[in-house]
């Protein structure tokens, strides 16, 4: 590719507005995987960093968790705004929370809450989100054939299941929303509050004072759930530090909504934008669990983690340094022509579909199965109820490069 070409690509794949537009994003990473796949990236607004843009390569780099740690770089963030992480903080991160840390105290702060997400611990959510599926649609029915189905339908619905999981609640979680917006939305006027580190900080110092609260109530009454875990939580017989703990009710509270509502959204314009997978979906709702690894795949919401590479090592044929960081490209990984028959199709029948978005790896998405149990309860709920969903205007994403889908799906449909 011609030097050139390659430096616009470093602008284009960092800048906040290519993921709102869908378009730009795949053309650019479709180029980098055919042309220079482990891609050295010399953004003006960032540290520089490898760009890892195909599946083998970002699995082989997530399972060697032992040369490729998550701390200390997590994600993009602008220097401007890592210089005003410094001042904030010790180690200049954001938040030392699951996918910040390394063993041993990853294993550790995992297993706190592990049984709890798999598969069946999960199952024991079903009656409930069920009933939240059920309440959903009925808030669906209710608009009267038109509705903004982000605002309206996809952001409440996966935040409602949080904050039972977490056991905040229901008068908060309009807060729990607002400071969630505020922490992935930052660089969207519209949906975040546009003022990069700066909203991100506010947003978590209310999230602190906010649970606060809550672990001083569960330490005195203890319930089931997440937060009297944490609120009572030890290692090697000692209480996990208020800084762990903090990190952590923020990463579930945040990682829990955001992502698995642009996955419904998403999901939901990708099948009227495919009608004959609508079509095959409304009739056969057995798919429905393959459906939704497609929904996610295709929306893929998180757009990457970072690693850094701890010795001198090679990804892909490149020498990467001891110190160098590398973008995990979940979204590019997952249309690798190598790895996914015609990856730009959408399927609702796609088999297999072993698909990235939730990461791999030691540090693969906790929340992973709840996710699709959600998903799934939603469209097994929606789709016999609400019949001819169309566009009703333009659908809009957030500009975000971190984690981001739709923040605009408007829709009419007909009860
Ligand atoms: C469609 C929805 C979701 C997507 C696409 C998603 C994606 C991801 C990804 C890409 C990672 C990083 C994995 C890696 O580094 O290999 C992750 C980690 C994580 N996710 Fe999710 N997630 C979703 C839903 C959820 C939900 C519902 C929860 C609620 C508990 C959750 C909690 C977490 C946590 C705690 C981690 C950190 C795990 C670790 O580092 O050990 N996520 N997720």
């Not at 208020?242 to 099948?271: K, M, N, Q």
């Not at 022509?337 to 791999?360: I, T």
């Not at 469209?379 to 969903?389: A, G, H, N, S, T």
């Amino acid at each position: 590719m011609p030097e050139e070409a390659l430096r616009d690509i470093d602008e284009i794949i960092t800048d906040p507005a290519t993921y709102a537009d869908e378009g730009a994003y795949h053309e650019a990473f479709a180029m980098l995987r055919s042309t220079d796949p482990v891609h050295w990236c010399e953004p003006r607004d960032y540290r520089p960093f490898w760009a890892v843009t195909r599946y083998a390569d970002v699995t082989a780099v997530e399972l060697n968790a032992a040369n490729f740690l998550n701390a200390p770089r997590q994600f993009l963030v602008t220097r401007a705004d890592e210089e005003l992480l410094m001042q904030q903080s010790p180690d200049g991160m954001f938040a030392r929370n699951l996918v910040a840390m390394d063993n041993p105290d990853h294993k550790a702060f995992r297993a706190l809450t592990a049984d709890l997400f798999t598969p069946k611990g999960v199952r024991t959510l079903e009656g409930k989100i069920a009933d939240l599926a059920k309440e959903t649609v009925d808030r669906m029915v209710a608009h009267g054939g038109r509705c903004d189905f982000v605002s309206d339908i996809a952001a409440w619905y996966p935040l409602r299941t949080i904050m039972i999981v977490l056991g905040v609640p229901a008068e908060d979680e309009p807060l729990m929303l607002r400071l969630s917006q505020k922490i992935f939305g930052n660089t969207d006027e519209e949906a975040g509050g546009g003022e990069g580190m700066t909203s991100m900080l506010e947003a978590f110092n209310d999230f602190k004072a906010y649970f606060a609260d809550i672990v001083a109530d569960r330490r005195r009454n203890p319930r089931e759930d997440v937060a009297t875990i944490l609120a009572n939580a030890t290692i090697n017989g000692e209480p996990i530090g208020d800084a762990e703990r903090d990190a952590y009710f923020l990463i579930v509270a945040a990682a829990g909504h955001d992502t698995t509502s642009s996955a419904i959204s998403g999901g939901l314009l990708a099948l009227i934008e495919n009608p004959d997978e609508m079509a095959k979906l409304r009739a056969d709702l057995s798919l429905m669990p393959k459906a939704v690894d497609e929904f996610i795949r295709w929306t893929s919401p998180v757009k990457h983690f970072f690693r850094t590479a701890v010795a001198d090592c090679e990804v892909g044929g490149k020498a990467i340094k001891a110190g160098d960081s590398l973008m995990m490209c979940y979204p590019s990984a997952n249309r690798d022509e190598a790895v996914f028959a015609d990856p730009f199709a959408f399927r609702v029948d796609r088999s297999p579909n072993r698909h990235v978005a939730f990461g791999y790896g030691p540090h693969v998405c906790l929340g992973q199965y709840l996710a699709k149990l959600e998903i799934r309860a939603l469209f097994e709920e929606m789709l016999p109820r609400v019949k001819d969903i169309a566009l009703d205007g333009e659908p809009a994403w957030v500009k975000a490069n971190f984690v981001s889908g739709l923040k605009r799906l408007p829709i009419r449909f007909t009860a």
